[in-house]
């Protein structure tokens, strides 16, 4: 969706924190995934519904609802296992 790396993105990337969608079902709920800082904050549910559902709604009128997704990335799953890789080798 344009609206999220257009607006949404950058405004979450200005504080160490970033987006990804996942998917918008055919009711109209859209499923993102919140990444970097934005992951572990505290305020995630506050940027969730404060930014992120706003910014779609104003743009999107026929989204029903977001709602997020908090899983490791690819990238920091595979950090994380060639660490225990290399613990578990002895290097």
């Known amino acids: ?3 999220i790396t257009e ?3 950058p405004a979450l990337q200005a504080h160490q924190g970033d987006i990804e969608l996942v998917e918008v079902s055919s009711a109209g709920l859209v499923t993102v ?3 970097g800082a934005c992951a572990t904050c505290p305020g995630a549910q506050q940027t969730l ?4 559902e706003t ?4 743009a999107c009128p ?6 997020a997704v908090y ?10 296992l060639r660490l225990l890789r290399k ?3 002895g290097h």
């Open 87 to 89: 613990d578990k080798n």
């Open 71 to 80: 899983q490791a990335s690819d990238e920091l799953i595979s950090q994380a």
């Open 33 to 35: 995934r919140l990444a």
């Open 7 to 9: 607006r949404i993105r």
């Open 1 to 3: 969706m344009k609206i």
């Open 55 to 58: 910014e779609l709604r104003q």
């Open 49 to 52: 519904a404060g930014v992120v």
């Open 62 to 67: 026929e989204i029903t609802g977001v709602n």
